[in-house]
């Protein structure tokens, strides 16, 4: 979120997003703690886990001008981003990272040894129940900064209580 701001390239902030994520996932022991966040992310093996883009612009759609993402693109982490470039002032954009334990293809290329080294599968095992989770805040981008214009609190203090509490 302290990213965000009129002039922001969108790759920087997705980028920086990959590198919590690969941070935090590597902190619950399944990724190779021998591993740096820079070889994590160079195997791309994050994408596995956070595989779609950081955000899009809102509007009358829900995913406004702009949108389309290039699937074509051959770098992994911007093949689904549906910003891309610099984001303007006056702009409302979405900031909904998510992380997931989807099976499928990620099983089948551990099968195949895609993944060894990076990867453990013992404690991964124990987060394929989990799914994932994407919190979106919704952003208007200003000069020098941003407006959350998201009325629900979304700190992983509060979410870890909905959860907790059922909700």
């Given amino acids: 979120m302290k990213l965000i701001c009129a002039g922001m390239k969108w790759e920087e902030v997705h980028m920086k997003a990959h590198?919590?994520?690969?941070t935090g996932i590597q902190n619950l022991g399944i990724f190779n703690k021998k591993l740096t966040v820079q070889d994590i992310l160079k195997s791309e093996i994050a994408?596995?886990?956070f595989p779609h883009g950081l955000g899009h612009y809102l509007g009358m759609d829900t995913h406004d001008t702009g949108g389309n993402a290039d699937y074509s693109d051959p770098n992994?982490?911007?093949?689904?981003?549906?910003?891309?470039?610099?984001?303007?002032?006056?702009a409302v954009i979405t900031n909904e990272p998510g992380i997931y334990f989807r099976k499928f293809?990620?099983?089948k290329e551990l099968e195949e040894g895609k993944w060894d080294g990076v990867v453990?599968?013992?404690v991964l095992k124990g987060y394929w129940a989990v799914g994932g989770v994407r919190i979106e805040d919704d952003i208007l981008v200003k000069e020098g900064g941003y407006e959350n214009l998201t009325t629900v609190r979304s700190d992983w203090e509060f979410v870890?209580?909905?959860?907790?509490k059922g909700i």
């Fill in 19 to 22: 590198t919590v994520a690969a």
């Fill in 47 to 49: 994408t596995r886990f």
């Fill in 76 to 90: 992994p982490f911007f093949a689904y981003l549906r910003v891309r470039g610099t984001v303007p002032a006056g």
């Fill in 105 to 107: 293809p990620l099983q």
């Fill in 120 to 122: 453990d599968q013992e």
């Fill in 160 to 164: 870890e209580e909905m959860v907790l």
